[in-house]
């Protein structure tokens, strides 16, 4: 049996030694990288060979790769890398690793075309300076046959472990049973269907309710077609920390069978992983830093017996080896067979398991819960903002190469909003004299970074990065975009402005990650409309749909619709008093545990006060702005089988989804509220962007959202087959046609 490796891969995995170090960094972006290599290879004499396709064999061991340049007149090879910075404070380690891919390419094009000895060179370009440096050794043939050898021979034994493990997988996958004695109610309709869509190549959008097993019933059948599929990885993406907690567990539940060596990583964002969140990322500041790539084959080997990699093991066997938990869960990644993260890690401009899966080649299928959150979150990743007060502060005492450029970007920044005279204007062009001057701060800046790597400016670096990110989203800029400019008084009436650059249909950016998978099964419990889903997240138009069949009946769910309060924004305090009522009275004829969801914290507040003060005797509790985890942890705890009282909370945040809370612990949830979104200058925007885009504007900015967020809502109270409730809807718009069209199918209003 043969064991495929990329040149990268192989040398990344043999070559890498010392300290992690990101100072010189960060790179270009991908298509700045795309870019650079087309600027060098186009400006080459003819008869340059680009891309060329190479591989070798060492005992088992496929090498393949493709050598980005080779010049038959000079007989040379050519590694090309883009980068920003001054290139004597690169890392002598990086300069290492990209010599040792160099010359792994070098002595496959020997022994392609039997030569005895070739002229290998690094060019490096600068992407801001449009500069090429070019370093080249003169290599004899047996010398890079022998250094190709070494790492052959260093990365085998690995590669003989992943073929017998892989080998010994498959076997169990094929043995594979469901966890328990039989399905629930859709879910083995839900397992069949997304079984059929990776057999066949298509994308699929389920939508299911919560509580038949969609963690579960979407798990099990990729790892069935894993081996007929060949798969390579699953990838379980999340918007929520609750979501990766389930697909841990439904993993747990299918290790109970014995003998399957199946391998997972749970991966979360850095911020969570950071032991040492006050140091930078290289070897002079942080431990865990120093040393890293000469300790991290040891600690891949002991992480990779462990067939659960949750965030407790990974930090477990991190830090019993002092390498960082975080960059060890990212080299990890690459040996997982299911990774479970966060969406970013696949969908973001720079997303790693995207960059790996494309890189590798991996076959992959993608598991998205909780799928009705990607449209906002997309936005979010590919959207970018510029506030004038950062610039301000960072002007007050810059270094005295940035004072001029940083003079001209605010002179040009002041003309972009001088006319302006409405607080919001939406622009149907990008600036380019201030695009053009902010890249010429980004490249000072960046030579400032690694001149002084420990002593930069905090306001600084932080403008630096939020200045990267608008000049890469400007690349993207298009008609799924809006740009816009939010004047406002700065300090002695001096105007200042926000720049935005607000992605409103992420679709063409998703639809390439999505279609880069065998499959992509995308599922929650609110994907309708689907013509609303497929059209703003970029679904492929021979997608495959499910609506799954409820395993609750109707009788499990009183819903009444309160069509004689009006919570519109001008009739809310109107809507008190007989809001309060409406509540005491249903917890008076049943009392137990309920939420109550408004639309703001402020229409929240004052039913709360007018609830305590009438009736006091009702325990009550409440959603805060800002709350963090342990705040949130004490707020569900008062949900018991064995208490009594009303929690309040706003609709579309925390408590709105991804909460279970079964049986007694919640009865009935008071949704007043339609979920619209606030009627402001952006969104009016964006609801015409939506009209000229896909003819529906009203509903794809404010009716579907809002009402996404009201059946997620209403979904807490009934989690179970034994479970009985009520959802109050109040609000005389619920009683609307096109409303109750929204609403599941197996309620009965």
């Keep these: 049996m043969s064991y495929t490796v990329a040149v990268r891969a192989l040398c990344e995995f043999t070559a890498k030694v010392g300290d992690l170090d990101l100072r010189f960094t960060p790179s270009p972006s991908a298509q700045e990288g795309m870019l650079g290599h087309r600027r060098v290879t186009q400006g080459r004499d003819a008869g340059y060979q680009s891309e060329v396709t190479l591989s070798g064999q060492y005992h088992e061991l496929l090498v393949r790769g493709r050598a980005d340049g080779y010049d038959p007149v000079l007989n040379r090879l050519e590694e090309i890398k883009t980068h920003r910075g001054d290139l004597d404070l690169q890392p002598d380690n990086h300069r290492q690793l990209h010599w040792a891919q160099a010359k792994v390419y070098a002595w496959l094009m020997c022994q392609q075309l039997q030569l005895t000895r070739m002229d290998v060179a690094l060019v490096y370009f600068d992407v801001d300076y449009d500069k090429q440096t070019v370093f080249s050794q003169q290599c004899q043939a047996q010398d890079l046959e022998a250094h190709f050898e070494r790492l052959c021979s260093r990365f085998l034994n690995w590669a003989r472990q992943e073929l017998a493990r892989s ?53 099990f059948p990729l790892l069935k077609a894993m081996v007929p599929q060949q798969l390579d990885k699953i990838f379980f993406l999340s918007a929520k920390s609750p979501g990766r907690a389930l697909a841990l567990e439904a993993v747990a539940q299918l290790h109970r069978q014995p003998g399957l060596p199946l391998r997972t990583l749970e991966m979360v964002a850095r911020s969570k992983a950071c032991e040492h969140p006050d140091k930078a990322c290289h070897g002079e500041s942080c431990p865990l830093a120093k040393g890293f790539y000469d300790r991290l084959p ?107 450029p940083l003079q001209r970007l605010n002179r040009e920044w002041n003309a972009l909003h001088a006319d302006q005279l409405a607080p919001y204007q939406a622009h149907a062009r990008l600036p380019d ?17 690694n001149a002084k790597p420990q002593g930069i400016d905090p306001l600084l670096l932080d403008f630096y990065f939020q200045a990267l990110q608008f000049t890469r989203v400007a690349e993207l800029f298009d008609e799924h975009y809006v740009f816009d400019v939010s004047r406002r008084d700065g300090p002695g009436k001096r105007t200042q402005s926000q720049l935005c650059l607000r992605n409103i249909v992420p679709a063409p950016l998703l639809g390439p990650r999505i279609a880069a998978a065998r499959s992509a099964i995308l599922f929650s419990a609110t994907l309708s409309p689907r013509r609303y889903y497929a059209d703003l997240l970029g679904l492929p138009k021979d997608h495959a749909w499910i609506d799954v069949q409820s395993p609750f009946s109707a009788e499990q769910l009183e819903v009444r619709i309160v069509d004689n309060i009006s919570t519109r924004f001008n009739h809310r305090q109107a809507s008190l008093g007989p809001i309060v009522e409406l509540i005491a009275k249903q917890y008076q004829a ?117 009402l996404c967020k009201v059946v997620q809502a209403a979904g807490r109270v009934i989690r179970g087959q034994e479970d009985r409730g009520v959802v109050v809807l109040i609000d005389d718009r619920f009683a609307e046609a096109r409303v109750k069209s929204l609403f599941p199918r197996w309620w009965h209003v």
């Design 298 to 404: 040891a600690a891949r080997e002991d992480a990779v017996r462990l067939q659960i990699l949750d965030q407790a093991q990974v930090r477990q066997t991190a830090l019993a080896h002092q390498v960082c938990p975080y960059y060890l869960s990212q080299e990890l990644a690459r040996w997982a067979d299911i990774v479970i993260g966060d969406y970013n890690y696949y969908f973001d401009l720079n997303a790693l398991l995207f960059g790996l899966a494309q890189e590798r080649q991996w076959r992959i299928a993608v598991l998205v819960d909780e799928s009705h959150n990607l449209v906002e979150r997309a936005r979010g990743m590919y959207s970018a903002t510029l506030d004038q007060r950062t610039l301000q502060a960072v002007r007050a005492a810059p270094p005295s190469k940035l004072k001029s």
């Design 433 to 449: 004299k201030l695009i053009l001057a902010l890249l010429r701060c980004i490249s000072l800046i960046g030579d400032e970074m």
């Design 167 to 219: 080998a010994e997988r498959d076997a169990a996958l094929r043995a594979l049973t469901f966890p328990h004695a039989d399905f629930r109610v859709g879910q083995r309709e839900l397992a069949e269907t997304v079984y059929k869509a990776v057999s066949t190549g298509r994308c699929l959008m389920a939508q299911a309710t919560t509580g038949i097993g969609k963690t579960l019933a979407t798990l």
């Design 590 to 706: 049943r009392p137990g545990n309920y939420l109550a969801f408004f639309s703001s914290f402020d229409y929240l507040q004052q039913v709360e006060a007018l609830l305590a003060e009438r009736y006091p005797d009702i325990e009550q509790w409440a959603q805060a702005r800002k709350m963090d985890e342990g705040a949130r942890r004490d707020f569900l705890a008062r949900f018991t089988s064995t208490s009594r009282g009303v929690g309040f909370a706003v609709l579309g945040g925390a408590f709105g989804e991804g909460i279970d809370l079964p049986g007694d612990r919640l009865i009935g949830a008071f949704i007043a509220t339609l979920g619209l979104a606030q009627f402001n200058p952006v969104n009016e925007q964006i609801k015409g962007r939506m009209n000229t885009l896909f003819g529906a504007g009203y509903d794809y900015t404010y009716l579907y959202p809002g």
